[in-house]
């Protein structure tokens, strides 16, 4: 059984300790924590879930709505979080309990990292690896990579991978990187999307709207 755990916690939710990132499953009367906290995710989009100071015991993603983990022990969908409940929670929970049960390892996370792909220094490929090359899915990502050109975006990994799913860009205006929709990108109604752009306001709004032609 991995160290610092012993019982495994039945129904309990996670909270959020804000100051440090790290999720924390509650202890009752009768259970024993794990501590884990959830990382950055990588560039295909990957949560990990870490234990001790830089342990990975699985990694978390979202395709088409159901979350997956990766883990020693293989790849399992875990289908959809109940409602109201993020996916990198129920992922992170399910890891945890899997580890404190003794069923799957852990890996250094330095490990994870030096195996992480790199960004590709030309264009990326128009599809996803996952999406089929069909008329339709070609279509879209026609459209997406038109729309991720007019608001400074861009792909450093993958092509489209569907309106849904996460897709890792990297901003133009600014260092920001990481995991988007490109249904949050596109704006509804004929409007443009949000000029806040991404966690931290990018540059500015206003600096947002002079510099991009699709505001004005």
């Keep these: ?22 999720l924390i499953v509650p202890a009752t009367e009768t259970t024993t924590v794990l501590t884990y906290r959830v990382g950055s995710p990588d560039i295909q989009c990957r ?21 997956f983990v990766l883990t020693t022990a293989g790849e399992r969908n875990l289908r959809r979080p109940p409602k109201g409940t993020p996916g990198t929670d129920m992922a992170a929970a399910h890891l945890a309990e ?23 220094c030309g264009p990326v490929p128009l599809l996803h690896p996952r999406m089929p090359a069909n008329e339709r899915n070609i279509e879209s990502a026609q459209i997406a990579f038109a729309g991720l050109a007019a608001h400074n975006w861009r792909a450093v990994l993958t092509g489209f991978p569907g309106s849904d799913n996460h897709w890792y860009l990297s901003c133009e205006l600014c260092p920001w990187e990481g995991p988007k929709f490109w249904s949050h990108l596109r704006g509804r109604n004929g409007e443009p999307p949000s000029a806040r752009r991404h966690k931290g306001g990018c540059i500015g709004e206003d600096k947002v709207r002079r510099l991009i032609p699709a505001y004005k």
């Design 1 to 22: 059984m991995p160290e610092n755990s012993s019982a495994v916690p039945q129904q309990a939710a996670t909270a959020p300790d804000t100051g440090a990132g790290r």
């Design 98 to 120: 899997q580890y404190a049960a003794g069923l799957i390892g852990a890996v250094p996370l330095d490990q994870v990292l030096a195996e992480a792909p790199t960004p590709l």
């Design 47 to 67: 949560y990990p879930v870490i234990v001790g100071e830089d342990q990975v015991i699985g990694r978390a993603y979202r395709w088409h709505r159901d979350w």
